[in-house]
């Protein structure tokens, strides 16, 4: 679907994250190995890779929740790559550095809850994170905590019942419902979280996301799970986020039909190393691409049906034939 | 609390839930009541078939075989009962048509109202219906409502946020001794010391909470209970100060807008033309405690609808998640657990005016473990099952005392409120079994977008440590 040429990469003139030599160690392992690559203003990037090759480490350490071992992750609000500015925030050790240019931060400096609220980097998790005996309503209202517990002047205004936090409130669930209409679930705004089928809660999982306003929204395997029909309906959904709020997209998939279909930037990860970026098509042509999805442990990856498919699907090639090269 | 999940798989080691033993319901009911029978008769039988009295020359040996076979007797049909009417049920599909008493009551709203009415002429009622035992009547109603209070208090830590605080006592204790201190020392009031002890409870509520909340679960149930008994031993130890275990005694009375309540010139009685009644300082107390106790539940009622409140029982819910969110989710643990704190001080405070004297003996861990067991019993969040759990428990103990029949059942040297952890053991276990989320166990939501819908029990979380 890429309508990009092949040799032009513009996700490297206006990133709007970057991560720049990143490693991540857990004891003796090695999960993130002196891993780089750029996220594109506007892009939907996709991160693909054999499972426990890392990409959830990847998430983690770039919302904050991991400290990585060695490296540097910049999100960048307004235009450009803000070299200047980049330099300056990390030689004066400063978490982040805004200029008439926009705003540059240091992701591996900032603690989870910053990032979120600061740099407007988002996520969902692998393993849905609902508050699930809240509302739908809620879910989304927890999300917008940070404006308003301002327009609430921290409580106090809100205890006397001030009109300006009445308007925020209001604001609020307006802002709410809008994204409840538009992951389909208005409907079911005073239900329980919990109380969603899994392909509802995925969708909800995204709209409370959304209301954080990012400008990267980081999907953790957002279509695991989903049937043929949800799972088109989300590529629709991602779509209109990109277009209507221009949020850039970073989404772990493994569904490859996804993956090719949407992604106007591919990066492969293998044992926490990267062996390949770029567009869908050149991914899909890469050899090395192929070997790492053939390569894995053959007999236990290989039987899952998923992964199989999605060989076949990357590779345009039974395992069999792939196998004869 | 962690285990109180397994309370009914702990109380049915025999029952089989196979439904392949091909045995019929009542044998096994006979079987399991009669090997419980023999067990209550083993255990029984040197606890309450012999008595032994320290008599001069050696020990007197008496027994007591109509107890002990009462006892027996109770736990055979106790047994019986439960296998027949409660094990055997359907377990297995889910929630079946489990009635929850909310279900059955009109709305919460109205039993709210109901209730605050009621509250409120309480006094009046004693008065008019008891007149020759309403002091006493009242003086129970202020101490339910002092524990209600406590429990609405202890209910923003552990209940909307989730986190287990077993600690709780220490703030009562901050808030009694900061005026009881400032009483002694500086000649301060009620009124004045008032807010002041619910300031000094938050911050210390801030301070302690500032190294123990980065724990988690039973880590932070562990530390918070430490705490709590440190404040004591510091309250104990510190004699110079705070009088040692001998505390502090002569603290004043609260005054109606500066008129004391009492005989004499320039006394409320003497101002407005009322002839002076000691009933008046009890009716004046409840009052005062009952105004604390709604501003609690105020307070904390608009909390739950504000950021604030709803960031607390998110994190109860899922803590990273909120972080995903950009919740800071060390000040909202703090904040919960300071605010919770401001109330148990303002709570101390009256216990002390109320009392007159206090001393470290009143801020025990069981004070604590009384708070909460309140909360947990009313349902962890749910406001009225605080109330229902304060009457019933504090109410219930009291009860114990009137309780002169069973003397006659159970011979003269029956003292029944020698039972009362006995008792106070067995209501939570009967709660944990019949309702494992507590008497209330809806949760309300706190925005609704068109039409608001009570939440399952099985969906809200319990925090951590539960
Ligand atoms: N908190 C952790 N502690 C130790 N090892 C971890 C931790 N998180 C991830 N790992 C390891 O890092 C590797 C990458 O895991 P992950 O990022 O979850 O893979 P993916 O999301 O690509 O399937 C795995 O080997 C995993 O066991
Ligand atoms: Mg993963």
Redesign the pocket.
């Known amino acids: 679907m890429s309508t990009q040429s092949r040799s032009v990469h513009r996700w490297k003139d206006d990133p709007v994250l970057t991560v720049e030599h990143m490693s991540m160690r857990?004891g003796g392992?090695l999960?993130i190995n002196n891993l780089s690559f750029e996220v594109g203003r506007g892009d939907i990037t996709a991160l693909i890779?054999p499972?426990?090759?890392?990409?959830?480490?990847v998430f983690n350490c770039v919302t904050g929740f991991y400290k990585p071992t060695e490296g540097r992750i910049v999100a960048r609000h307004g235009t450009g790559a803000q070299v200047a500015a980049v330099e300056h925030a990390t030689t004066k050790g400063k978490r982040w550095h805004s200029t008439d240019a926009g705003a540059v931060f240091l992701l591996e400096r900032m603690p989870d809850y910053e990032i979120s609220q600061k740099a407007k980097v988002a996520r969902t998790f692998?393993n849905i994170r609902l508050f699930s005996g809240m509302t739908l309503l809620e879910n989304l209202l927890v999300a917008q905590h940070n404006p308003l517990m301002v327009a609430s002047g921290y409580t106090i205004g809100g205890i006397l019942g001030l009109k300006s936090f009445k308007r925020a409130e209001k604001a609020a669930t307006e802002k709410a419902a809008y994204w409840l209409d538009h992951v389909g679930l208005i409907d079911r705004a005073d239900d329980a979280a919990g109380d969603l089928p899994y392909g509802d809660q995925r969708r909800l999982e995204i709209a409370r996301a959304m209301c954080l306003e990012p400008l990267v929204l980081c999907l953790d395997e957002p279509a695991a799970g989903l049937n043929p029909r949800e799972s088109a309906d989300l590529n629709l959904l991602l779509r209109y986020i990109r277009e209507t709020h221009g949020t850039s997209i970073l989404l772990i998939e493994h569904d490859m039909g996804v993956v090719m279909e949407i992604s106007d930037h591919v990066i492969v990860l293998d044992y926490g190393v990267k062996i390949a970026d770029g567009d869908a098509a050149e991914v899909k042509s890469d050899p090395r691409v192929v070997a790492a999805y053939l390569g894995v442990d053959d007999e236990a990856e290989i039987d899952v049906p998923e992964v199989r498919k999605d060989l076949i699907e990357v590779t345009g090639r039974t395992k069999k034939g792939a196998g004869d090269e | 609390m962690a285990g109180t999940g397994q309370v009914p798989a702990g109380t049915t080691p025999v029952a089989p839930k196979n439904a392949d033993v091909p045995q019929t319901r009542m044998a096994r009911a006979l079987r399991e009541s009669l090997i419980a029978g023999a067990l209550a008769a083993i255990l029984g039988f040197f606890f309450l078939a012999l008595r032994t009295d320290i008599v001069t020359g050696g020990l007197n040996v008496t027994t007591r075989w109509g107890l002990w076979l009462t006892a027996i007797a109770i736990v055979f049909a106790g047994r019986m009962a439960l296998n027949l009417f409660w094990f055997d049920r359907d377990w297995g599909s889910g929630k079946p048509a489990r009635k929850t008493i909310v279900a059955a009551l009109p709305s919460g709203k109205t039993v709210g109202r109901v209730a605050l009415l009621f509250a409120l002429v309480l006094p009046f009622l004693f008065m008019a219906l008891f007149p020759n035992k309403d002091r006493q009547f009242i003086d129970l109603s202020i101490l339910i409502m002092t524990y209600i209070m406590l429990g609405w208090g202890l209910n923003i830590v552990v209940g909307l946020a989730g986190l287990l605080d077993l600690g709780y006592v220490a703030f009562y204790a901050v808030g009694a001794y900061s005026f009881g201190l400032s009483a002694h020392y500086l000649g301060l009031g009620f009124w004045t010391a008032l807010p002041m002890a619910g300031l000094l409870a938050a911050t210390w509520g801030l301070i302690l909470g500032f190294p123990v909340l980065r724990l988690r679960g039973d880590y932070l149930a562990i530390v918070t209970l430490a705490f709590g008994e440190m404040i004591r031993i510091v309250l104990i130890n510190w004699n110079d100060f705070t009088g040692g275990p001998n505390g502090i005694s002569g603290i004043p009375k609260p005054t109606f807008f500066g008129l004391e309540i009492g005989r004499g010139e320039g006394s409320f009685g003497d101002v407005f033309g009322i002839p002076y009644d000691p009933i008046h300082r009890f009716v004046f107390l409840y009052y005062i405690i009952l105004v604390l106790a709604l501003l609690t539940n105020f307070v904390t009622m608009r909390l739950r609808r504000l950021p604030i409140g709803r960031a607390w029982e998110a994190l109860r819910e899922d803590e990273i998640a909120c972080r995903s969110l950009g919740i800071n989710t060390r000040n909202t643990k703090l904040s919960a657990f300071s605010i919770g704190a401001m109330f148990a001080g303002f709570a101390g405070s009256f216990f002390a005016t109320r009392q007159g004297f206090i001393s470290p003996e009143s801020f025990t861990f069981l004070e604590s473990a009384i708070i909460l067991a309140i909360v947990v019993l009313g349902g962890l969040g749910s406001q009225i099952g605080i109330v229902i759990a304060s009457v019933v428990m504090v109410g219930g103990i009291e009860l114990l005392r009137n309780l002169n029949f069973l003397k006659q059942v159970f011979g003269p040297s029956f003292e029944p409120t020698e039972f009362r952890m006995l008792i106070f053991g067995l209501a939570m276990v009967v709660i944990m079994v019949w309702k494992p989320r507590g008497l209330v166990s809806t949760r309300e939501p706190s925005a609704t977008l068109k039409e608001k819908k009570l939440i399952k029990a099985d969906q809200v979380a319990q925090g951590e440590g539960h």
């Open positions: 857990f392992l999960a890779g499972n426990g090759a890392g990409k959830t480490t692998q």
